[in-house]
């Protein structure tokens, strides 16, 4: 099973970016699907969460700017990222829960002021 995230950057704070997470061994679907990020120096923290019946679920500080969505057909998670803070600054990581946890490696994003 491996997990790869892509997309992140550097932007400025009010703009966007799309991440993804491409899986491959195993199917998103019908899993618990998540991003997680972990700023320098801090623990790492939920960001959105997409469970097998297509509910969502995110963390406070993201609400109302970011989605997880999924693509089955590609077997792909997204995390659609809008109106970027300086704190939303991290490495974002894909997780997905199949009676094991696994792990992607993360993507750096940088949010600038």
């Known amino acids: 099973v491996q997990l790869v995230e892509s997309g992140g950057a550097l932007v400025q704070a009010g703009g966007s970016l799309r991440l993804s997470c491409a899986a491959s061994?195993?199917?998103?679907?019908?899993?618990?699907v998540a991003w997680y990020r972990q700023a320098p120096g801090m623990q790492r923290e939920f960001v959105a969460r997409?469970?097998?019946?297509?509910?969502?679920d995110y963390g406070e500080s993201v609400k109302g700017r970011f989605i997880i969505s999924s693509e089955r057909a590609k077997n792909m998670v997204y995390l659609q990222m809008n109106s970027l803070k300086v704190e939303d600054t991290g490495v974002y990581y894909c997780?997905?829960?199949?009676?094991?946890?696994?792990w992607g490696q993360g993507t750096q994003v940088t949010v600038s002021s």
């Open positions: 061994g195993i199917m998103l679907s019908g899993n618990h």
């Open positions: 997409l469970i097998p019946n297509g509910d969502t």
């Open positions: 997780r997905l829960v199949a009676g094991y946890s696994y």
